[in-house]
């Protein structure tokens, strides 16, 4: 008797704050956005991705004034392609992911425990559902079976590649590949309503279903404020030493800063004014580098190529006869060259600290004395050549400075 007591007291307790603190729904509201092959630099003018970002901000910015809302869950998936190596792919869906985040709490600020980001590398249940759901798609099921198969990704495409002399990849090359380069963001929604009489409150989610090129969910329609895109790109800014330089005890320092659209560009400084322990061996230098660069895949990581300008003011003995220096100390070698590198970052999560890789050749026009090889060497002559060999290798240790926002600042969640 005492517990059905205490189960009838806990009744009435809950049917009292049902009315004033229940909330019967919730609905989602989301956003795609499609990337070249290749990319995962997002383009806001390829496909129309700046006309729905800027319909999402807004949409986003009147549920953040809205009390009436809540934000649940915020996530953001990515995918790639499955064209090309796995291991490239799942790179570029991974760094696609990153971008979309990057922009899109530019505007937009949510709680940490609720953003949940999720690579979907090569989707391979999107394709399969797409050539279901086609029409007079021709070998379907022997397609299908393929991508149900337990083969390796790589080994999937190059069955697929065979099936029916290759008409049905290239469909899908051209109908489909182009939907999977992309990354969406979908937000999840609570909506909070008083209740007049007692009723028990069901959540009633949404379903996400996929037709043509977007995500589409049954949203109410809200007037909103016209909430403009940026019009800059924004750059990060990047110094590094290169530590094979510092083991051989030349000091040197870099900045680099992007440009946009892939590039970036970065000017190495090296400078050294003293002799290895001995009079006879040393390796004196003033040398700049400015380079130009371009990144394969993501924002200033991955692989690059480059193109450089060197200018260097030189003095060197290596404790032979004979000691170089640039003619007269006013005639630096100059000249230029190609580079390339990879950069990647120190450890899991860490978005500051990064390590890069790099080598180049270049040709370079240099005039110099040769000095006998002791204090105060006589000079023996003057050279000139034109030197063509390595003119860059680094093992640059890379701190991203902390960028800071300007123009328009994210909205927080309720």
């Known amino acids: ?8 007291l806990l009744s009435f307790i809950i049917l009292l704050c049902l009315p004033y603190t229940a909330y019967s729904q919730c609905v989602k509201d989301s956003v795609s956005v499609y990337y070249p092959k290749g ?8 496909r129309d991705n700046g006309v729905r970002m800027k319909q999402f901000i ?4 009147k549920y953040a004034e809205d009390s009436s809302y809540f934000v649940l869950r915020v996530d953001f998936y990515s995918q790639a392609s499955p064209e090309g190596k796995v291991s490239l792919n799942k790179r570029l869906s991974y760094e696609r992911g990153k971008e979309i985040t990057s922009f899109l709490t530019q505007f937009v600020s949510f709680v940490d425990s609720v953003v949940f980001v999720t690579s979907l590398d090569e989707d ?4 399969r559902r797409e050539v279901r759901e086609a029409h007079n798609f021709p070998c379907k099921e022997e397609v299908v079976s393929i991508m149900e198969s337990s083969l390796p990704d790589d080994e999937k495409e190059k069955q697929l590649k065979k099936v029916g002399g290759g008409k049905p990849w290239s469909l899908m090359l051209q109908k489909f590949f182009p939907q999977m380069r992309r990354a969406d963001v979908v937000i999840t929604l609570g909506i909070v309503e008083p209740y007049t009489n007692v009723e028990i409150a069901q959540l009633q989610e949404e379903e996400i279903f996929i037709e043509d090129d977007h995500l589409h969910f049954n949203m109410p329609e809200l007037r909103v404020d ?4 940026p019009r800059k790109v924004s750059r990060n800014w990047y110094l590094k030493t290169n530590v094979a ?4 005890l030349v000091a040197n320092l870099a900045g680099e800063v992007d440009l946009g659209r892939g590039f970036s560009f970065a000017l190495p400084v090296y400078y050294s004014a003293w002799n290895y322990f001995t009079e006879d061996v040393k390796f004196r230098t003033f040398t700049i580098q400015p380079e130009l660069r371009y990144w394969f895949v993501g924002k200033s990581k991955g692989l690059y190529g480059g193109i450089h300008a060197g200018l260097g003011w030189f003095n060197v003995a290596t404790g032979g006869q004979w000691r170089k220096q640039d003619k007269d100390g006013k005639t630096p070698a100059i000249g230029g060259g190609v580079s390339a590198g990879y950069r990647m970052p120190l450890g899991k999560g860490n978005s500051r600290w990064m390590m890069e890789f790099s080598a180049g050749a270049g040709i370079y026009s240099v005039e110099y004395d040769v000095f006998h090889n002791y204090s105060n060497g006589t000079l023996n002559r003057t050279e000139k050549k034109t030197y063509i060999g390595l ?6 240790l890379i701190y991203k400075l902390p960028y800071t926002k300007r123009g328009n600042k994210g909205r927080g969640s309720k």
């Open 39 to 46: 990319s995962s630099k997002l383009n806001l003018k390829f």
């Open 124 to 127: 391979w249940a999107f394709l």
């Open 1 to 8: 008797m005492k517990r059905i007591s205490y189960i009838l």
């Open 391 to 396: 003119d860059q290798l680094a093992v640059n």
């Open 58 to 61: 807004e949409r986003t910015g």
């Open 245 to 248: 330089g510092l083991g051989m």
């Open 226 to 229: 016209t909430l403009p895109l």
